[in-house]
């Protein structure tokens, strides 16, 4: 059974940084393509980035690109957060799916993390 374990959200003032960690176990084959959602009190579930298995492709939604980088080593992602902005405030959560294909629906991701807390004053 694929495991997932994110950390590494905070309490940070706009413009800090932050770095997300997703620690992955278990078969390897549920874990091709992985990527990073946060979810916002009241609102739903939203893709922030993707990456392949081999870390050579990734996707990232439109409000956080050139903020945010996605990467992974292996079993390990991370998600690099510059430039924080109080609207990134949400729970972070790391997913992976066995489809070596990136998807930003989150319905297509059968393994998740416990989710970290990112909160950002203005």
């Known amino acids: 059974q694929v495991q997932l374990v994110d950390s590494g959200g905070g309490l940070v003032q706009a413009g800090a940084s932050l770095r997300l960690s997703c620690a992955a176990s278990?078969?390897?084959?549920?874990?091709?393509?992985m990527g990073w959602f946060r979810q916002a009190p009241g609102k739903e579930r939203e893709f922030v980035a993707a990456?392949?298995?081999?870390?050579?492709t990734t996707y990232a939604t439109e409000s956080v690109k050139g903020r945010f980088t996605i990467s992974r080593d292996n079993a390990r992602m991370y998600l690099q957060m510059n430039n924080l902005k109080p609207e990134d405030t949400a729970v972070y959560y790391c997913?992976?799916?066995?489809?070596?294909?990136?998807?930003?629906?989150?319905?297509?991701?059968?393994?998740w993390g416990q989710g970290t807390q990112v909160t950002v004053s203005s």
């Open positions: 278990g078969p390897s084959f549920g874990l091709n393509a």
């Open positions: 997913a992976a799916r066995a489809s070596l294909v990136l998807n930003t629906s989150p319905s297509s991701y059968a393994y």
């Open positions: 990456v392949g298995w081999s870390g050579a």
